[in-house]
């Protein structure tokens, strides 16, 4: 699975837009681009995931430039909650990636009042 | 409801003694993982199971074992041979023909 980079920690404020990018340079044509979160002492949480195309759900939306080389995470409008370790993960796809997740560092998201 | 259920929480074991925490799951995915996350780390493979009665290990499985006698259920047990049990611990599913992994709440196991 190709390395992904973020950065160590940001901040945003309560209703702001949250945007968290992540650089994944060497991903192949078969890698998807994973988001999960992690809020202190729970388990980690999926949220959205693409190849190619812009992805929207209930949670967030990803943004994946044309080259895919780095993606951005939106979280429209932040509240306290979304306060958390977010991660960025590249996973080949096809439905047959079977194995671990590999977690890096992430980035520690902190919304504030 | 449910979903993916870890019993306990929170979980205190004396030193050589093995423990066996529990992974439920009610989504019928076919496979199942356990992870370990220590203090400012990343998640750790330690088994998983793509089917029933059949499992791999991952990259921290010694000191540990499992079984997969239902689909439902991947029970972890830490035996005394593993020498840093406590930890955060984390079961995932997966559904067969998809990548996307989902986890469990998480139990927390101190050794004393």
């Known amino acids: 699975d190709a390395k992904t980079t973020q950065p160590t920690s940001m901040d945003c404020a309560e209703g702001r837009a949250a945007n968290l990018p992540c650089n994944h340079s060497?991903?192949?044509?078969?890698?998807?681009v994973y988001w999960y979160r992690q809020i202190h002492s729970q388990g980690p949480q999926y949220i959205i995931h693409?190849?190619?195309n812009n992805e929207t759900n209930e949670m967030a939306s990803l943004i994946i430039t044309e080259d895919r080389k780095s993606s951005t995470l939106i979280l429209p409008h932040a509240t306290l909650r979304d306060t958390a370790v977010y991660y960025c993960?590249?996973?080949?796809?096809?439905?047959?990636?079977?194995?671990?997740?590999?977690f890096g560092q992430g980035t520690i998201l902190t919304v504030h009042p | 409801d449910g979903g993916i259920t870890q019993s306990p929480k929170y979980l205190f074991r004396k030193e050589g003694q093995n423990v066996t925490l529990s992974c439920e799951q009610n989504?019928?995915?076919?496979?199942m993982y356990w992870y370990r996350q220590d203090p400012g780390q990343g998640l750790r493979l330690i088994y998983y199971?793509?089917?029933?009665?059949?499992?791999q290990k991952g990259d921290i499985a010694e000191g540990y074992s499992v079984s997969r006698e239902k689909k439902e259920s991947f029970p972890l047990t830490v035996t005394s041979a593993q020498k840093n049990p406590t930890a955060f611990y984390l079961c995932?599913?997966?559904?067969?023909?998809?990548?996307?992994?989902?986890f469990g709440p998480g139990t927390r196991l101190t050794v004393l």
């Open positions: 060497t991903i192949s044509g078969n890698e998807y």
């Open positions: 993960i590249v996973r080949a796809g096809g439905g047959t990636s079977y194995g671990k997740l590999t």
């Open positions: 199971s793509q089917i029933v009665n059949d499992f």
């Open positions: 989504l019928n995915h076919d496979a």
């Open positions: 995932a599913t997966q559904q067969g023909g998809t990548d996307t992994q989902y």
């Open positions: 693409g190849l190619k």
